[in-house]
């Protein structure tokens, strides 16, 4: 069973069973649950204020419902809230700057952690969990296609790995 209190988990449930209406329109809705609390938000705030910018879930967001959409067979939708976000690197104190920096080493990995529900074109549940979602190599692999000054390449990647597995396999 999920670790995710239960209050919590039936939020996230309701929130996916309405959301299967507006699926209707797209194969693939993205959602986040209370962003303000997510790692990266919370590590942004402390270490990093000045940098404090929420445009990079917009741009995942799209980034997600647009991948996902191709790997789905005719019909079916799938609905994702993603419920914390941890980037890759990691904002260190920085001498002589008066400008934080983040830091991208192999110890910092992006962590993405979501709830997903597949579901068929009867709106039937095909598979449905949580994932938690780290690449560990991420430092070590070339880009696949993204600029090496894409600020969500990491993220991007360990979402497309997460998706190459096929829907059976979510």
Known sequence: MSKLPLCRTIGLALALAMSTAAAAAGTVTVRYDHPE??????????????????????????YIEKKAATELQPGQTLDIVVTDIDRAGSYVPSMGSLQP???????????????????DGQGQVLREGERKLTDLGFMYDSPGGFSDTDPLRY??????????RGPAKL
């Open 37 to 62: 609390n997510f790692t990266e938000t919370k590590e942004v705030r402390a270490f990093a204020p000045s940098r404090a910018d929420s445009d990079y879930l917009g741009t995942l967001k799209a």
């Open 101 to 119: 920096v983040r830091v991208v080493k192999e110890v910092y990995p992006p962590r993405i952690t979501l709830y997903f529900r597949l579901l």
């Open 155 to 164: 993220e991007k990647r360990t979402i497309d790995r997460w998706l190459a």
